[in-house]
C-alpha cells in the first residue's frame, strides 16, 4: 500500500516536472493544457495501476507548452499592433478633421490697427462715414489705409466681471447692468465672459452670439469668487482670447472693476515705503509698471479697445481715511485705468453711484457703435527700435473730430 502511495507521487511530480518559462503566462498555458495529455492524467485513489512517465513524453509536454505560449504571444501581438495602427489612423483623421473646421488665424503684426471715434463740434457722433473720408499720419507722414471697417461692423468683445471681495456687496446691481448691456448689442456681435477674482482669472464662456446663453454665464457667474484681484493677469488672459478672433474684425474689452490688482498694488506699498514726505504722491510712476506694458503691448498688436468701467470702492477722492500712502496707491491704480483707455482708444467711465452701472454699460455699447476700424501700415514696419510712434487721424469734412489712440511703442 505505502508502495502504491510512493508510485502515485511519483507520478504527479513527473506531470509537472518539465522546465518552464519564467513568464507567468507559461505556467498558466502549462495548467491548463497538460490535461489533455494521458500521460499525465491524475489516477484515483482506488487505482493501484502506475503509469510510467517516459524522457520522451515529457519532452514533447514541454515543446508543445512553449510552442502553446510563442502562438499566445504572437497572437497578443498581431492584436495589440492592429490597434494600435487603428488608433493612430483614428487621431490622424481627428486632427486632419479639426484642422478643417478650425482654419489656422494668423495676424500681420506689421499692420497697426485703429479704433476710431468722430465727433461734430456739438459732439455728435458721426457714424456714416467711408474710408475715403478718413486720413491717417504717423510721425507726420501720411500712411495708406489699408483696410476699413465700419462703425455698424460686428465686434468681438470680452466682459471682464471684477468677482473678487471687493464686489460682493453689489453682484445683483452689476448682473442686471450687465444684462442691459447685452439688450444694446448688434445680433452678430460675439461675446466671452471671464471673470477673475483670487483663483485668478477664468473663461466663464467661449465667444457666442447666443444671447440667453450669455445672460445665463453672466447670473451664475456672479454668484461666486472672492479673494483678491488679479485685474492685469485677466486683461492679458482676455487678449489671448480675443487673439482667437478674425485679425481684422473689431475687437474690445469692457472691463468692471474698482482697477485695485493686487500684485501692482504690492509693489506700489514697497514704493510708498521708502518714499518719505512730500515725494510719497508722485513716488509711483503708473505707466511703469510692468504688467500694464505688457497689457498695451498686447492691446496694440491686436488693434483692442479697452473700455474699464471703474467702481466707487477704487476712488482716491472717497477713501475713509486720508493716508498720503493709500491715496497714491489709490490714485495710481485709477491712472492705469485711465492709460488702458486712452492708449487704446477707449474711454474711462467712472461709477459715481450704482445706480448709473446700467446708464454707464448702455454707453459703453453705444460708443462700440460709434467707433470705426482703420488699419494701416506703417513706414517701416520691420523696425522695432521700441521707439513712440506718433498717430494722428483727420476726417476731411473740417467740422469733425476724430479721435484714437496717440500712438504706439514700436516693439
Known amino acids: 500500500m505505502l508502495g502504491a502511495q510512493t508510485s502515485r507521487l511519483h507520478h504527479q511530480n513527473a506531470c509537472w516536472k518539465p522546465a518552464l518559462p519564467a513568464h507567468t503566462f507559461a505556467s498558466r498555458s502549462l495548467r491548463t493544457r497538460t490535461s489533455a495529455f494521458p500521460a499525465c492524467e491524475l489516477q484515483t485513489p482506488s487505482d493501484d495501476r502506475h503509469t510510467h512517465t517516459t524522457p520522451a513524453i515529457l519532452k514533447l509536454v514541454d515543446q508543445m507548452v512553449r510552442f502553446s505560449v510563442s502562438v499566445s504571444i504572437s497572437t497578443i ?3 495589440l499592433s492592429v490597434v494600435f ?21 494668423t495676424t500681420d503684426t506689421a499692420l497697426v490697427q485703429l479704433s476710431v471715434g468722430v465727433v461734430d463740434k456739438q459732439g455728435h457722433s458721426i457714424t456714416n462715414l467711408s474710408a475715403n473720408d478718413f486720413a491717417v499720419f504717423e510721425d507726420g507722414v501720411r500712411r495708406p489705409i489699408l483696410h476699413f471697417e465700419p462703425a455698424d461692423a460686428p465686434f468681438s468683445l470680452v466682459m471682464m466681471l471684477d468677482t473678487s471681495g471687493s464686489t460682493i456687496t453689489f453682484r445683483q446691481q452689476i448682473s442686471q447692468a450687465a444684462l442691459r448691456f447685452l439688450d444694446a448689442l448688434g445680433p452678430n456681435d460675439r461675446v466671452a465672459i471671464v471673470d477673475f477674482n483670487g483663483k485668478g482669472p477664468k473663461l466663464q464662456l467661449p465667444f457666442s452670439t447666443d444671447r440667453r446663453r450669455i445672460a445665463y454665464t453672466i447670473g451664475i457667474t456672479l454668484q461666486t469668487g472672492k479673494g483678491e484681484t488679479p485685474l492685469y493677469e485677466a486683461l492679458k488672459y482676455s487678449l489671448k482670447e480675443l487673439a482667437h478672433e478674425e485679425p481684422r474684425r473689431r475687437k474690445a474689452i469692457v472691463v468692471l472693476t474698482d482697477g485695485l490688482d493686487t500684485e501692482a498694488r504690492n ?3 514697497a514704493i510708498v515705503s521708502k518714499a518719505s514726505g512730500a515725494d510719497i504722491s508722485s513716488a509711483i510712476k503708473p505707466e511703469t509698471n510692468s504688467q500694464v506694458v505688457s497689457v498695451l503691448n498686447s492691446a496694440d498688436r491686436q488693434g483692442v479697445t479697452i473700455f474699464p468701467l471703474a467702481l466707487p470702492s477704487g476712488d482716491p477722492k472717497r477713501l475713509p481715511l486720508p493716508d498720503p500712502g493709500i491715496t497714491a496707491m489709490y490714485a495710481a491704480a485709477r491712472t492705469r485705468l485711465e492709460l488702458l483707455a486712452n492708449r487704446t482708444g477707449g474711454r474711462l467711465h467712472e461709477i459715481r453711484r450704482l445706480d448709473d452701472l446700467s446708464k454707464l454699460y448702455a454707453q459703453v455699447a453705444a460708443d ?8 494701416y501700415q506703417p513706414a517701416n514696419p520691420s523696425s522695432h527700435d521700441g521707439k513712440w510712434r506718433e498717430i494722428r487721424v483727420e476726417v476731411g469734412r473740417g467740422d469733425l473730430v476724430a ?3 496717440p500712438g504706439y511703442f514700436a516693439r
Open 77 to 79: 501581438a498581431r492584436r
Open 85 to 105: 495602427i487603428f488608433v493612430l489612423a483614428l487621431t490622424a483623421f481627428t486632427i486632419n478633421a479639426r484642422a478643417q473646421d478650425d482654419p489656422v488665424v
Open 267 to 269: 509693489g506700489d506699498r
Open 368 to 375: 462700440l457703435r460709434t467707433i470705426y476700424t482703420v488699419v
Open 403 to 405: 479721435s484714437t489712440k
